[in-house]
């Protein structure tokens, strides 16, 4: 993403990295935190619930930001990279996934821990971005 | 699409950043919009028009018009 490139003063962009980073810390902590807590405490009813789904309360953060950085972002030639980005960071993940859910089940791969799912599609969002920029130069 | 971007700035004696900052976009911008490999969007073809004092036209040539 935006972040990949380093010499930049659009203040945009720097909200974005802040933000995004800031999210992708508190998507490892809370990651953490329901893990242990749903092993160490066995919570039962709702607080279950609550922190099976703590994780992706960053990720949808990260959907939100995504969505106003695009809105704030006046140029449109970095909007489209992002855009091309994020559309080949998803189709991988989704293409990747899915394999390896097909493996999972008729080829008894090992279970595809989810929490590595957001992460796998930051690295893909990150390749991606990096081969529409070399196409552009 | 093909345009007159490099020589109109040429002529003005402008670097890409230079225009980017005219146009407030990224140098970047400019370069893909420079080499054919991003069209501009409408108002910001009308920003370059208005900048360069000519019409969209004498900037961009539409290739599939023969």
Known sequence: MRFLECKTNNPAVWRFTFRFGFLSLLYAVFGVLSTCGLLLWHPNGVLTWLLAILPTIPIAGAVVLTGRYMSEEKDEFQRAVLVQALLGGIGATLVVTTVWGFLENYAHFQRLNILMIWPLYLIFVGIAYGLVKARYR | ?66
């Open chain 2, 1 to 66: 699409m093909k345009n007159r971007l490099r020589v109109l700035r040429a002529e003005r004696e402008w670097s890409q950043a230079d225009l980017a900052e005219r146009l407030e976009v990224s140098r970047q911008s400019v370069n893909a919009i420079e080499t054919g490999k991003f069209d501009p969007s409408l108002p910001l073809a009308f920003k370059l028009a208005r900048l360069f004092g000519a019409t969209i036209e004498e900037i961009f040539t539409d290739e599939s018009q023969g």
